[in-house]
């Protein structure tokens, strides 16, 4: 069971929030957070509610300022939802795709890829079939730039996770003790 407590100012000031399971709408809640601790477990949080946007991986500690986490020169004003990822033991394994809906080129995957361009001459991943465990995908080679996080089940649409505009081009498994 995972547990983050969310703050509406930086620094954990003003009022909070403990949450233990998703939550799709913060502002029920709270205002605005701009920091948060994970006491346990680990949570992907979002710009927008709805698990929408802007995500960023957070696992346990302490985080006083949330636009000091972004990258690539986009910031994350506040978190409006967040989503709790399940503690994943066993095998990891992932069907990606070069367009929407399942279609043209496809790999599977049981380890982290660190460019699937190199790997694969994929210029983009577009929808994915998560058949074991949680993954992110990332903008950038090497695991960098802003990130996406599927779960098991069929993901038809990438772009429509609220990440339009950004080519995916690594992926690596949440093996963190979540």
């Known amino acids: 069971m995972g547990k983050i407590i969310l703050f509406e100012e930086k620094n954990f000031q003003g009022r909070s929030y403990d949450c233990m399971s998703d939550c799709s709408e913060l502002t029920s809640f709270l205002t605005?957070?701009?920091?948060?601790?994970?006491?346990?477990?680990?949570?992907?949080?979002?710009?927008?509610?709805?698990?929408?946007?802007?995500?960023?991986?957070?696992?346990?500690g302490e985080y006083s300022d949330l636009q000091r986490l972004t990258s690539m020169g986009t910031t994350m004003d506040s978190i409006r939802s967040c989503r709790m990822i399940p503690s994943h033991r066993g095998q990891f394994r992932i069907k990606i795709?070069?367009?929407?809906?399942?279609?043209?080129?496809?790999?599977?995957?049981?380890?982290?890829?660190?460019?699937?361009?190199?790997?694969?001459?994929?210029?983009?991943?577009?929808?994915?079939?998560?058949?074991?465990?949680?993954?992110?995908?990332?903008?950038?080679?090497?695991?960098?730039?802003?990130?996406?996080?599927?779960?098991?089940?069929?993901?038809?649409?990438?772009?429509e996770m609220g990440m339009s505009g950004i080519r995916l081009m690594s992926l690596r498994r949440i093996t963190d003790t979540c």
């Open 32 to 60: 605005r957070c701009q920091s948060c601790r994970v006491e346990s477990g680990c949570f992907m949080v979002y710009e927008r509610p709805n698990f929408m946007g802007l995500q960023l991986f957070l696992k346990r």
């Open 97 to 159: 795709f070069e367009r929407e809906n399942m279609s043209g080129q496809s790999n599977e995957l049981q380890e982290d890829c660190d460019n699937i361009m190199e790997r694969f001459r994929m210029n983009d991943i577009l929808s994915c079939q998560v058949l074991e465990g949680h993954w992110l995908m990332y903008e950038q080679p090497n695991f960098r730039g802003r990130v996406i996080y599927v779960k098991p089940g069929e993901h038809r649409s990438l772009r």
